[in-house]
């Protein structure tokens, strides 16, 4: 595979077309479950998982799939794949599964998934697809984190609570209570608050990309023109 | 008609095919794990409330469902025995006074109708406020230890913002209202089944999981 065609499928989907701040994709797992960042976490790695599955089986098929079909099939290609991870979690990884629970259902209305299988693996081969797979799910798991931590630290006051439930009894050590106990602002725990935490991070991206200069933003627009 | 106007919709019977195939498979190789799996967890949490030498019964399939007024779904009650004498009752329940949505409970119960011990098995309250019903983060769920419908007298059945004398967890009046309301709800049950409590027999469909609110999101 093309080393070039590699970079620019990570550099899209980390920063240039993340699926969280630039497609804005994926809007109700990402609002929803955003309330800490180890849900941010779990939530972020059933998605890189889903994504990178759907996108192996969509390029896989490409070929057999005519045109008029290939939303239906696609659609079931993702319900199977979310649901293989659902049964899976519960069992053989039960206690995991008792905190993603309600999360991983929740991947079916990610539309990112759907999306890329549409705009992207149904016209590349598999190891590009699998490139893209795993760029887009975690530039899409890092939106997840980022924005759980913010609301954590600004709702509760502390950052990574709970990591033992997600990554086992060894995690516990990495709560960090960054502000007095008993601190909260009810906002960033309520839905508002993941709409408000959302819209500043895109300002922020959106800063800090035509900052530098003018040239940016013209090679942001070619890219947008040549996506659309 | 040719066979190419056929082709899509065959391409996607096989990828239906396909996708049934792979998923009968798994719920094959893992219905009976996820079952035992859950059962286990039922299990730990009565087991949490009751340690392990207060009963030698099945305690899990030792039960039967019972219709409480107050409460929207029948409340299904476990009996412990340990020499065929009764050592406690534990009541399975779902309130939907929640704040946003049902509450499940455990209500672990003395013969003599005091409270051993309550516990939230899942909720949806608010994180940071109502989910310090929880024990993993508050103790609050413990004041329930060792009450009765005598003590506190039954005007006193009550979070303390409504009069009563139960702590009100701060933002969350109406996550405490519905805790403290379905535990007084369950006590009122069980004394009023009395004996019949440890006499009905156990429901049939025994070894039925009780349902999981986490698998409907």
Redesign the interface.
Known sequence: MDPTFRNLIWRQGLWQNNPGLVQLLGLCPLLAVTTTAVNGLGLGLATIFVLVCSNLAVSLLRSTLQPEVRIPAFVLIIATTVTVVDLSLQAWWHDLSRTLGIFVPLIVTNCTILARAEAFASRQPPISALHDGLAQGIGFALVLIALGAGRELIGQGTVFADADLLLGPWAEGLTLQLMPEGWGLLLAMLPPGAFIGLGLMVALRQYLIQRPAAVNITDEMDTQTARA | MSLKRW???L??I???LL?AT??AG??R??RD??AL?QE??ALAALTELLPAERFDNELVSDWFEHPVAGLERPVRIYRARLDDQPSAAVLDLITSRGYSGDIRLLVAIEPDWTIIGVRVLEHRE????GDRIEIRRSDWIRQFDGASLRRPIPEAWAPDRRGGQFDTLT?ATITTGAITDAVRLSLEAAESLDEALWATEPDTQALEIPPDL??N?
Request: aromatic share 0%; proline share 11%; hydrophobic share 45%.
């Open positions: 082709k899509p919709a391409a996607l096989a990828v239906g996708a792979i998923l798994l719920d190789l893992t794990r996820i799996e286990r967890r608010t994180p940071g406020l933002n986490s698998q999101p």
